[in-house]
């Protein structure tokens, strides 16, 4: 059996070895679906009980915390400042069709320390009862340059941790 998986729509700003530092990790797991995943990766005040890389999540015009189209928030992570957040793609998976979920996060300030990304999710079912959950950043600016030349890379081991623990909530939500 053949298969063909899904991949992140990038916005040509972003797009993968363009900027200044990029991340891809996947995760493929038997036993979870994606309609067990998606809700801990969309409600924000669940983050923080499985990634401990993430803090200080806000909600600046009152929405959330459940992330939707559109919907602005902020965030601390990697040491940085609270970012400011916008979900720019949100679509739930549905039968045969991958959940999608995209944010850009900005820094402002001067220029070594302004921060531009957008950070994608795709959330998809695969034949055999399994699940494939990828996340990538694409990021612009001087601190991300600098995160890129550190070994190893703590934005990689951090999306690594933040997929673990997505999918440990996941498999615990499950069980019990």
């Known amino acids: 059996m053949t298969t063909t998986q899904n991949a992140i729509d990038w916005p040509e700003k972003y797009l993968p070895g363009t900027g200044d530092n990029f991340v891809s990790n996947e995760v493929i797991v038997r036993g979870l679906r994606a309609d067990d995943v998606w809700p801990l990766l969309t409600d924000t005040s669940v983050w923080e009980s499985y990634y401990d890389n993430v803090a200080g999540i806000s909600f600046p015009d009152g929405d959330g915390p459940v992330l939707r189209d559109g919907v602005r928030f902020g965030f ?5 400042p609270p970012l400011d957040a916008r979900v720019v793609e949100f679509a739930a998976p549905a039968d045969g069709v991958p959940g999608r979920l ?19 999710w795709l959330v998809e079912d695969l034949p055999g009862g399994r699940v494939r959950v990828l996340t990538q950043e694409s990021q612009l600016g001087q601190p991300a340059a600098k995160l ?17 623990g997505l999918v440990d909530a996941a498999r615990r939500r499950v069980a019990g």
Do not use: C, I, Y
Request: aromatic letters at 10%.
């Open 76 to 80: 601390a992570t990697f040491g940085f």
């Open 102 to 120: 995209s944010w850009t996060a900005r820094q402002d300030g001067p220029p070594k320390e302004r921060l531009d990304v957008l950070h994608a």
């Open 148 to 164: 890129s030349r550190q070994t190893p890379n703590p934005m990689l081991n951090g999306h690594q941790a933040w997929l673990d």
